[in-house]
């Protein structure tokens, strides 16, 4: 994946998972178990329970060098995208 299809799978993840429309994803958000443990394991850098945007940016493209190093580490380059 390249940088503008990172960002579209940013915005994606966060209309689906921010069900609440405010400003982060959070406990109040009608999210699976499942996809609470995980997503705050992974992407809740900051530990508040709240994951912004921008720490869920990161974690998609945190999410995608992971793949990039178990499946393809010498084909594929890290990839480093800024959130816009």
């Known amino acids: ?6 960002l579209a799978r940013t915005n994606e993840t966060w209309d689906a998972m921010n069900t609440e429309g405010d400003m982060v994803i959070n406990l109040g958000d009608n999210l ?3 996809n609470k443990d ?3 394991t992974v992407c809740d850098s900051t530990k508040d329970e709240n994951i912004t945007i921008c720490e869920l940016h990161e974690c998609v493209i945190y999410v995608e060098n992971v793949w990039r190093l178990e499946n393809c580490p010498h084909a594929f380059p ?7």
């Open 38 to 40: 995980w997503l705050f």
């Open 32 to 34: 699976t178990a499942e």
């Open 1 to 6: 994946m390249n940088c503008p299809e990172l």
């Open 78 to 84: 890290q990839v480093k995208c800024e959130f816009e």
